[in-house]
C-alpha cells in the first residue's frame, strides 16, 4: 500500500501558524479515526504529537491540534516556536497495518 | 520507558538478521509492540506490529514474508527476523511500544542501524 501523500516542506514565520496535510484513500485516513502524527528532529526517534484525528499526549503543547476531513487529515502548528523546525509524518491504521506519510520539514523562518 | 534496541550492523546481501529491543519501565507484558524503520535520509516505514500475547502479529505486505516478529515477555523483548537481506533494507530499526487501543506509538526506541552491503 503506498504512503501517504504529505508536503514535502511547510515554512513558517515565529509566532504564525501552519497547516501540514495528510492525504490517504477510504481504506485507511477516511476509514478510521486512527491517525496520529510525529515530530522528528534531527538524529532523534519520532515523538508522538497526536493521536486518534485530535487527541494530545499528555505533555504536548496545546499548540498542536489534530483535525480530519474524508480522506485528508491536518496537523496545525499555532504560534510557531522555534524548537517546532523539525520533521513531522503522519500515520494512519488501515485495518491490520499501519502507513506512514512520506514527512514534511516544518521550517520555522 | 526505556527500549533499547540492538543487533544491528553491516550485513552482506542474502544474509538474515534478528534485532532485539529490550523493553524497561513499563509493563511489557501488556503492551503491543511495533517495529517500524527510516532509510538514511528517508521517511519512516511501519514494518510489523505484535499484540501483548503474541498471539496477533501483523507485517507490512512491502516486506514479502521475509520478517517476523516474535516477543518473549518473560525477557521483557520484542525481536524482528529479516531474512535475505538486500541494499533496500539498509535503515535505522525502531522498536515501539503501542499506545494502548489509540492505534498509534507512545515510546520509541533510539533504533539500531543496519547495513546491508557486499
Known amino acids: 500500500q503506498s504512503a501517504l501523500t504529505q508536503p514535502p516542506s511547510a515554512s513558517g514565520s515565529p509566532g504564525q501558524s501552519v497547516a501540514i496535510s495528510c492525504t490517504g484513500t477510504?481504506?485507511?485516513?477516511?476509514?478510521?479515526?486512527?491517525v496520529s502524527w510525529y515530530q522528528q528532529h534531527p538524529g532523534k526517534a519520532p515523538k508522538l504529537m497526536i493521536y486518534e484525528v485530535t487527541k494530545r499526549p499528555s505533555g504536548v503543547p496545546d499548540r498542536f491540534s489534530g483535525s480530519k476531513s474524508g480522506n485528508t487529515a491536518s496537523l496545525t502548528v499555532s504560534g510557531l516556536q522555534a524548537e517546532d523546525e523539525a520533521d513531522y509524518y503522519c500515520s494512519s491504521y488501515a485495518g491490520s497495518k499501519w502507513i506512514f506519510g512520506g514527512g514534511t520539514k516544518l521550517t520555522v523562518l | 520507558v526505556r527500549l533499547a534496541v540492538s543487533g544491528g550492523g553491516v550485513v552482506q546481501p542474502g544474509r538474515s538478521l534478528r534485532l532485539s529491543c529490550a523493553a524497561s519501565g513499563f509493563t511489557f507484558r501488556g503492551s503491543a509492540m511495533h517495529w517500524v524503520r527510516q532509510a538514511p535520509g528517508k521517511g519512516l516505514e511501519w514494518l510489523a506490529f505484535?499484540?501483548?500475547?503474541?498471539?496477533?502479529?501483523y507485517y507490512a505486505g512491502s516486506l514479502k514474508g521475509r520478517v517476523t516478529i516474535s516477543r518473549d515477555n518473560s525477557e521483557n523483548q520484542v525481536y524482528l527476523q529479516i531474512n535475505s537481506l538486500t541494499t533496500e533494507d539498509t535503515a535505522l530499526y525502531y522498536c515501539?511500544?503501542?499506545?494502548?487501543?489509540?492505534?498509534?506509538?507512545?515510546?520509541w526506541g533510539q533504533g539500531t542501524l543496519v547495513t546491508v552491503s557486499s
Open positions: 505484535i499484540s501483548y500475547d503474541a498471539q496477533t502479529k
Open positions: 477510504s481504506s485507511d485516513v477516511g476509514g478510521y479515526n486512527f
Open positions: 515501539a511500544k503501542d499506545f494502548d487501543t489509540h492505534y498509534s506509538c507512545d515510546h
